[in-house]
């Protein structure tokens, strides 16, 4: 993502955007969760630029746990 050049961050955008949509019509969402992890620390394995779209439905028991409890 950091490398993604300014004059393509809106193509990259509207990419994203048309995925997110036609995700939500496949799967009947209500909304999304974007992910992007970017170096090894975040989970980054292959450094390439991409995003994890995930469909969400209300109540779906799915959750996105990134606060520190400690």
Known sequence: MLD???????E???AIKKTCFELTKKFDAEGFNLINNINSVAG???PHVHVHSIPRKKNDGKF???IDKK
């Open 4 to 10: 993604v050049p300014n004059s393509l961050a809106g």
């Open 12 to 14: 990259y955008l509207d």
């Open 44 to 46: 980054q394995i292959v």
């Open 64 to 66: 996105l746990d990134l």
